[in-house]
């Protein structure tokens, strides 16, 4: 016997016993928070207790995430509740457990939770119709995969596949880009601290100024004139992790013209923007562009479970006819993720979430814009669209600190992937303006309390917060 596996059983018993549990007593709370620590420190990654400001110095006061509370909310072991204004970074737009997606899942999973890999499994097709349904223009075939990184990887692959007949295999991304970090994915992301370690990437990629129409002219003419055929331009309708940027309105129509012009394809990246969380189904609804590939990911899955879609047109698409085994995975589009799926699409257009996050949205933008002209001295700007929105601080030291004393006010905002010092709000789309509310109340006090702590040695800690 391995000299680990009478103390592994005995932890998988202890495990098992937490799991069942609604609540937990002091003492098991008090267990599980050392066990989560240590855990962390010696078999997940020590790095992550440095910068979390869930962690104090010492570790000893860390916040373990324990449950949601209602579809807004989140409780720790220790039973304090989190507003959340993070939405899991754009999972939760159907709110945390919702009930439907929570039932259409439980019941999957009585039926058959995974697929058998042979026959046909029908909540796939049901799924990959209602996208279809609910896509702009001609985007009928689908793929599923488990994360965003699987949805651009399939989206790049997809492309060149279509492309490289045409000798065409070279693709333009974005300055402040974020597409995932899987070596394809990260090979359209822009951030350097993310590639360099794992250069060299995929040949092929270049990266413009993002929201520069000007720019992509340039750099598409250039690829052309040397002989280098573009296979396609990949964006973001607004930059998540870039620190929510929105580029004109004009940018996207443009994208798609000169695309058409040079005979690339237009991938957008909506993993982060997609499924109502902008105001529309889909960011790109705003301008009316319709995409060659769009990317979905994160709340695809109703907050309950992962999955990804790569939707496409029949003609980029066929060219996966032939052969359907040459990009595939066994987890893509399983039963219980579809039925999330399924479940998810049907509450975002019965309760109009998209229309929520519009209206709550402009509410809460309005507000945060209110106290970014009380609060100059700290904020830089604040942006957004829909329930995708940002405050910018004037550098990451502050961002972080503000981040730090919202989440010891009991509100989760995070910094962002690429861009520290820009502060993310991006509630569940089932907020409400009640809570709106209370978020400016506490963070007017949060602004208050930064401005006389003069909080403001700038650093690098934010590179670090959100690594
Ligand atoms: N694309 C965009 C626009 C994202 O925001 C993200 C994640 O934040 C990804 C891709 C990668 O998704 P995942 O983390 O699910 O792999």
Redesign the pocket.
């Known amino acids: 016997m391995h000299k680990g596996t009478a103390s592994t059983l005995a932890l998988s018993r202890q495990a098992l016993d937490i799991i069942s549990k609604k609540q937990l007593t002091h003492e098991e709370a008090s267990w599980l928070n050392d066990q989560t620590i240590s855990g962390f420190r010696n078999h997940i990654n020590p790095g992550f207790l440095e910068y979390r400001k869930s962690v104090t110095a010492g570790g000893q006061f860390a916040a373990i995430e324990w449950r949601a509370s209602g579809p807004n909310t989140l409780v720790d072991t220790a039973g304090r509740e989190y507003i959340d204004c993070l939405g899991g970074?754009?999972i939760f737009n159907v709110g945390h457990r919702h009930p439907k997606v929570v039932a259409a899942v439980e019941q999957q999973l009585a039926k058959q939770p995974l697929h058998s890999q042979e026959l046909l499994d029908p909540l796939r097709a049901l799924l990959a119709k209602m996208l279809a349904g609910i896509a702009p223009g001609d985007l009928e075939y689908c793929f599923f995969g488990?994360?965003?990184?699987?949805?651009?990887e399939a989206a790049i692959k997809l492309a060149k596949a279509y492309q490289s007949p045409h000798g065409k295999t070279a693709f333009v991304a974005t300055n402040g880009?974020?597409?995932?970090?899987?070596l394809g994915?990260l090979s359209a992301?822009s951030k350097a601290v993310f590639r360099k370690p794992f250069a060299p990437l995929v040949p092929g990629f270049r990266h413009v100024p993002f929201g520069d129409l000007e720019a992509m002219r340039d750099t598409l003419y250039a690829c052309q004139n040397a002989g280098d055929g573009v296979a396609a331009v990949i964006v973001?309708p607004i930059?998540?992790?870039g620190g929510v940027i929105i580029p004109p309105a004009d940018y996207l129509p443009g994208l798609r013209k000169l695309c058409d012009e040079v005979g690339a394809l237009l991938i957008i990246?909506?993993?982060?923007?997609g499924m109502g969380r902008t105001g529309k189904m889909f960011a790109c609804e705003h301008s009316g562009v319709v995409p060659d590939i769009l990317?979905l990911?994160?709340a695809l899955g109703g907050g309950v479970m992962?999955i990804?879609a790569t939707l496409a047109s029949e003609k980029v698409f066929s060219v996966l006819f032939d052969n359907p085994f040459l990009h595939t995975t066994t987890f893509g589009g399983n039963p219980m993720a579809c039925a999330a799926g399924i479940a998810t699409i049907n509450v975002l257009l019965e309760e109009a979430l998209p229309e929520q996050a519009e209206r709550v949205g402009s509410y809460l933008l309005q507000g945060l814009q209110e106290l970014a002209e009380d609060f100059t001295d700290l904020i830089v700007t604040v942006r957004g669209q829909g329930m995708l929105q940002a405050i910018e601080f004037a550098h990451n030291q502050l961002g972080y600190s503000f981040a730090k004393a919202m989440f010891d006010a009991g509100v989760l905002v995070a910094g962002t992937?690429i861009n520290a010092k820009t502060v993310r709000i991006e509630p569940p789309l089932t907020f409400t303006e009640a809570l709106a509310d209370k978020v400016l109340i506490i963070a007017e006090q949060v602004l208050l309390q930064l401005r006389e702590k003069k909080a403001a040695a700038p650093s690098n800690v934010g590179e670090k917060v959100t690594s």
């Open positions: 970074f754009g488990n994360s965003g990184t699987e949805s651009v880009g974020f597409h995932g970090k899987s994915a992301t973001e930059q998540g992790e990246d909506e993993v982060q923007t990317c990911a994160k992962p990804s992937l």
